[in-house]
T-cell receptor, first 116, second 112 residues
């Protein structure tokens, strides 16, 4: 149980285009999902907290107009990187909070974005 | 500011060795500390620690938390090449909506 999927697993796009990444909790409902980015040889940095039915909460330094988050249902959150540039190339990972005593987070497999 | 510091940043050992990975933290309203293993893709959960002095064990891996000294260790005994990965430590505070603060990770390489 507690499986989280991401789609696509990798994407290559041209500079200036927008890319949408989906995060789904497959066998549980997640009121809260998180979006992280990870640069090579670095740790996970939280970008934003996605709450079903409300606006996402962005971490300091993350542009909300560039990284659009939509959490339209209890099993799906999307991250859209708008007008992508090469510096946006990174590994994007989502996690979904599983209900219970400790609200454990389960991570998706990640999406490798390369912007040319 | 809340922070998590792991050491060492990288480690190379031979199969059969025992390793100890360290994680120290500073966080207001500590709730839990978590260990993850990250290979090529996303992190996989290893342990969640909330109480001091209680060792959690899973096969050759074990972990313990010291809430007084604000650190945790992850032990791996009889290491195997499949243990090669980045090991991440993260902490969670109360009333932060589940937000995790990650350390830099320790890159472990186990040589045959």
């Amino acid at each position: 149980g507690a499986v989280v999927s991401q789609h696509p697993s990798w994407v290559i796009c041209k500079s200036g285009t927008s890319v949408k990444i989906e995060c789904r909790s497959l066998d549980f409902q997640a009121t809260t999902m998180f979006w992280y980015r990870q640069f090579p040889k670095q740790s996970l940095m939280l970008m934003a907290t996605s709450n079903e039915g409300s606006k996402a909460t962005y971490e300091q330094g993350v542009e909300k107009d560039k990284f659009l988050i939509n959490h339209a249902s209890l099993t799906l959150s999307t991250l859209t990187v708008t007008s992508a540039h090469p510096e946006d190339s990174s590994f994007y990972i989502c996690s979904a909070e599983h209900g219970g005593a400790y609200n454990e987070q389960f991570f998706g497999p990640g999406t490798r974005l390369t912007v040319l | 500011e809340d922070k998590v510091v792991q050491s060492p940043l990288s480690l190379v050992v031979h199969e059969g060795d025992t390793v100890t990975l360290n994680c120290s933290y500073e966080v207001t309203n500590f709730r839990s500390l978590l260990w993850y293993k990250q290979e090529k893709k996303a992190p996989t959960f290893l342990f969640m620690l909330t109480s001091s002095g209680i060792e959690k064990k899973s096969g050759r891996l074990s972990s313990i938390l010291d809430k007084k000294e604000l650190f945790s260790i992850l032990n791996i005994t009889a290491t195997q090449t499949g243990d090669s990965a980045v090991y991440l430590c993260a902490v969670e505070a109360w009333n932060q909506g589940g937000k995790l603060i990650f350390g830099q990770g320790t890159e472990l390489s186990v040589k045959p």
